[in-house]
């Protein structure tokens, strides 16, 4: 049932992807487990085999293409077992020996072993940073941009609008990794990008329960190459992930709604203390990347970021929190959060937290954070 392009955030969720109703039919069809199908005589249809394509991936794909591109009926989606493999196959999909490709220096600290491993192959990685557009003054001679606005842990935002026009002048594609934001943050492919990639484990499917990514394009021939790279390697996702994550997304505007509103108080309310430093959330007006980020998104995002004393203080904040998980990964409906610097691989001070922000009572979140910034204040 394709959606019209005038339904709001929450219709759209809510029906995105459903097939066309029949009588004694479920709305949502339950996944569907099949290594191979039916296939007499001459294979031809659209499920011929299990690492090829799946009746539950289609529906999960339909309703990801009407989110990030509403009533835009030639735009594909091709879902993937986990972020790192949607991310991995729009790189390695359209690289080769002796090309070039631009990389945030402050990206997710993962795509650093894959920028390693395109060197390895021959491929000329630069980097720099997503504040300022920085990315633009390595960008000559590209093949391939890439994208991470906001970043993470970071936050910075480059201006999405600018840097295609830049890149595709110069004749390179431009790859958005949308995560932080999700579709109904903002909408990469409508800015002009080529790809908007994410990491559906995050905000899109929201519950911290499945690994699972995306890759969303107008182009027929660049899709038809992320669909061969998943094929070659097999980055899958499986059927009942695949079922999980279109349920979740019924819920996508609710939750969106609530955990941006909850990390704007939250903000807020960490501005206001003498012990937090660097603050960061692209929807706080003062905010270095406020103008940017209102110029192209509709939600700012679930995650804020903030420096304590040190390591310790850190570390003893995180464990005082009651209704706060210390762990990784964000967009949850339970807050999480964590010091960053513990896996090595940002660029952050000992004392960096990024913190997801849920969908708790935002009275008893911010009491909570404030109870436990109190109860270690001073600490060294």
Same mark, same amino acid.
């Given at each position: 049932?394709?959606t019209? @392009?005038?339904?709001?955030?929450g ?10 109703p029949?009588?004694?039919? @479920?709305?949502?069809? #339950?996944?569907v487990?099949a ?6 005589g001459?294979?031809t ?6 690492r090829d394509?799946?009746p539950? &991936? =289609? ?17 594909? =989606?091709?879902?993937?077992?986990s ?10 999909? $359209?690289?080769g020996?002796g ?17 390693e ?13 997503? #504040?300022?557009d920085?990315?633009?003054s *390595? ?18 935002v ?6 295609v026009t830049?890149a595709?002048?110069?004749g ?5 990794d949308?995560?932080l ?18 990491s ?6 929201g519950?911290?329960?499945?690994l ?6 107008r182009?027929?021939e ?6 061969? &790279?998943r ?5 899958i ?5 695949? &079922?999980l994550?279109h ?7 609710l ?12 903000a ?13 959330y ?20 679930? *995650? *804020? ?5 040190d ?6 904040f995180l464990? =005082? ?14 807050s ?5 610097? $513990? &896996? ?6 000992? #004392? ?16 909570? *954070? ?11």
């Open positions: 049932m394709e019209p @392009p005038g339904w709001g955030d219709t759209l969720a809510v029906r995105a992807g459903l097939p066309e029949h009588k004694h039919e @479920p709305t949502l069809p #339950g996944p487990f290594a191979h199908f039916h296939l007499p001459e294979p249809g659209p499920y011929t085999y299990g394509e799946n539950t &991936w =289609t529906l999960l794909e339909r309703a990801i293409g009407e989110l990030e591109a509403p009533g835009d009926g030639a735009v594909e =989606t091709v879902v993937f077992a972020g790192m493999a949607a991310i991995s196959s729009v790189l390695f999909s $359209r690289l020996a090309d070039t490709v631009v990389l945030p220096a402050d990206g997710y600290q993962a795509l650093a072993l894959v920028g491993q395109l060197e390895a192959y021959g491929i000329e990685v630069r980097s720099a940073p997503t #504040g300022g920085a990315q633009l *390595v960008l000559d001679g590209a093949k391939l941009l890439w994208l991470e606005t906001p970043s993470n842990p970071g936050l910075d480059c201006d999405i609008r600018r840097m830049a595709h002048a110069a390179a594609l431009v790859a958005v949308n995560t934001a999700t579709p109904l943050g903002q909408r990469p492919l409508a800015l002009g990008a080529d790809f908007s990639v994410a559906d484990t995050k905000g899109m499917t519950h911290g329960d499945l699972l990514g995306h890759v969303t394009c182009d027929a660049l899709a038809a190459g992320v669909r061969r &790279w094929k070659i390697v097999g980055a996702p499986g059927p009942m992930e695949a &079922w994550a349920r979740s997304l019924a819920t996508l505007q939750r969106a709604d609530r955990q941006c509103a909850n990390a704007l108080v939250l807020r309310a960490l501005a206001a203390r003498d012990d937090v430093a660097h603050l960061r692209p929807g706080l007006p003062g905010d270095p990347s406020h103008e940017v980020a209102s110029g192209q998104m509709r939600r700012f995002g679930s *995650v *804020v970021s903030f420096v304590l004393d390591r310790q203080r850190a570390e003893r464990e =005082t929190l009651r209704l706060v998980d210390d762990a990784t990964s964000f967009g949850g409906v339970r999480t959060a964590e010091r960053r610097g $513990r &896996w090595g691989g940002d660029a952050v001070p000992p #004392g960096f937290v990024r913190f997801s922000v849920g969908a708790e009572d935002p009275d008893d979140l911010v009491a909570d *954070v404030l109870r436990a910034l109190d109860a270690t204040a001073g600490l060294r």
